[in-house]
Protein backbone atom coordinates (compact mmCIF):
# COMPACT_ATOMS: atom_id res chain seq x y z
CA UNK A 1 0.00 0.00 0.00
CA UNK A 2 1.05 3.75 -0.87
CA UNK A 3 -0.01 6.58 1.91
CA UNK A 4 0.19 10.01 1.03
CA UNK A 5 0.35 13.32 3.10
CA UNK A 6 -0.18 16.48 1.72
CA UNK A 7 0.67 19.80 3.28
CA UNK A 8 1.10 23.48 2.42
CA UNK A 9 -2.96 24.50 1.39
CA UNK A 10 -3.81 28.24 3.03
CA UNK A 11 -5.58 31.40 2.23
CA UNK A 12 -4.07 33.22 -0.17
CA UNK A 13 -4.40 36.42 -1.66
CA UNK A 14 -4.63 37.11 -5.72
CA UNK A 15 -1.32 37.49 -7.31
CA UNK A 16 0.10 34.92 -4.22
CA UNK A 17 1.90 32.15 -4.08
CA UNK A 18 1.86 28.84 -2.17
CA UNK A 19 3.82 26.00 -2.03
CA UNK A 20 2.14 22.00 -1.77
CA UNK A 21 4.33 19.13 -0.92
CA UNK A 22 3.20 15.44 -0.74
CA UNK A 23 5.03 13.08 0.63
CA UNK A 24 4.27 9.07 -0.22
CA UNK A 25 5.18 6.10 2.10
CA UNK A 26 4.79 2.51 1.82
CA UNK A 27 5.98 0.11 -0.62
CA UNK A 28 6.11 1.11 -4.22
CA UNK A 29 8.71 0.53 -7.22
CA UNK A 30 10.96 3.40 -8.31
CA UNK A 31 8.82 3.44 -11.76
CA UNK A 32 5.62 5.48 -10.56
CA UNK A 33 3.52 8.64 -11.39
CA UNK A 34 3.02 11.54 -8.64
CA UNK A 35 0.57 14.38 -9.50
CA UNK A 36 -1.65 17.13 -8.30
CA UNK A 37 -5.24 17.29 -9.27
CA UNK A 38 -8.08 19.48 -7.76
CA UNK A 39 -11.64 20.14 -7.51
CA UNK A 40 -13.67 23.13 -6.34
CA UNK A 41 -17.24 23.02 -5.31
CA UNK A 42 -19.31 21.74 -7.83
CA UNK A 43 -17.00 20.64 -10.65
CA UNK A 44 -15.08 17.25 -11.47
CA UNK A 45 -11.97 16.84 -10.24
CA UNK A 46 -9.32 18.15 -13.00
CA UNK A 47 -5.62 17.69 -13.49
CA UNK A 48 -3.19 20.23 -12.40
CA UNK A 49 0.44 18.58 -12.84
CA UNK A 50 1.88 15.16 -12.94
CA UNK A 51 5.52 14.10 -12.72
CA UNK A 52 7.22 11.09 -13.41
CA UNK A 53 9.78 9.97 -11.59
CA UNK A 54 12.46 9.60 -14.56
CA UNK A 55 11.41 13.57 -14.41
CA UNK A 56 8.86 13.82 -17.27
CA UNK A 57 6.15 16.72 -16.23
CA UNK A 58 2.56 17.65 -17.59
CA UNK A 59 0.40 20.27 -16.56
CA UNK A 60 -3.07 21.69 -17.40
CA UNK A 61 -3.09 24.55 -19.83
CA UNK A 62 -4.50 26.72 -16.90
CA UNK A 63 -1.51 26.59 -15.01
CA UNK A 64 1.15 26.62 -17.25
CA UNK A 65 3.56 29.25 -16.72
CA UNK A 66 2.15 29.91 -13.01
CA UNK A 67 2.31 26.78 -11.64
CA UNK A 68 5.85 24.68 -10.84
CA UNK A 69 5.96 20.55 -9.98
CA UNK A 70 8.83 19.03 -8.68
CA UNK A 71 10.10 16.04 -7.18
CA UNK A 72 12.38 15.02 -3.97
CA UNK A 73 12.90 11.06 -4.98
CA UNK A 74 15.00 10.96 -1.73
CA UNK A 75 12.46 12.09 -0.26
CA UNK A 76 9.68 10.34 -2.37
CA UNK A 77 7.63 13.58 -2.35
CA UNK A 78 6.34 16.18 -4.84
CA UNK A 79 5.75 19.44 -4.76
CA UNK A 80 3.20 22.48 -6.20
CA UNK A 81 4.67 25.75 -6.75
CA UNK A 82 1.93 28.00 -7.63
CA UNK A 83 2.51 31.31 -8.42
CA UNK A 84 -0.06 34.15 -9.82
CA UNK A 85 -2.76 33.12 -7.76
CA UNK A 86 -6.30 33.37 -8.54
CA UNK A 87 -10.03 33.15 -7.27
CA UNK A 88 -10.62 30.16 -9.65
CA UNK A 89 -7.46 28.32 -8.76
CA UNK A 90 -10.08 28.16 -5.43
CA UNK A 91 -10.13 24.01 -4.77
CA UNK A 92 -9.19 21.19 -2.86
CA UNK A 93 -6.02 20.07 -4.05
CA UNK A 94 -5.63 16.00 -3.94
CA UNK A 95 -2.14 14.17 -4.42
CA UNK A 96 -2.66 11.47 -6.75
CA UNK A 97 0.02 8.17 -7.00
CA UNK A 98 0.17 5.60 -9.59
CA UNK A 99 2.73 2.92 -9.53
CA UNK A 100 2.60 0.58 -12.81
CA UNK A 101 5.05 -1.86 -11.56
CA UNK A 102 3.56 -3.20 -8.21
CA UNK A 103 0.16 -2.08 -8.48
CA UNK A 104 -0.78 -2.13 -12.21
CA UNK A 105 -1.57 1.24 -11.90
CA UNK A 106 -3.53 1.72 -9.68
CA UNK A 107 -4.57 5.21 -8.12
CA UNK A 108 -3.60 6.26 -4.59
CA UNK A 109 -4.96 9.74 -3.17
CA UNK A 110 -4.01 11.74 0.00
CA UNK A 111 -6.29 13.31 1.53
CA UNK A 112 -6.99 17.02 -0.01
CA UNK A 113 -6.02 19.99 1.31
CA UNK A 114 -7.59 23.25 0.90
CA UNK A 115 -6.33 26.19 -1.22
CA UNK A 116 -8.44 29.28 -1.27
CA UNK A 117 -7.57 32.35 -3.16
CA UNK A 118 -9.87 35.41 -1.95
CA UNK A 119 -8.83 39.16 -1.05
Known amino acids: QVQLVESGGDLAQPGGSLRLSCAASGSFSSQHVMGWYRQAPGKLRELVAT???????DYADSVKGRFTISRDNAKNTVYLQMNGLTPEDTAVYYC?????????????WGQGTQVTVSS
Open 96 to 108: KFQDFILYAGREF
Open 51 to 57: ATSGGTT
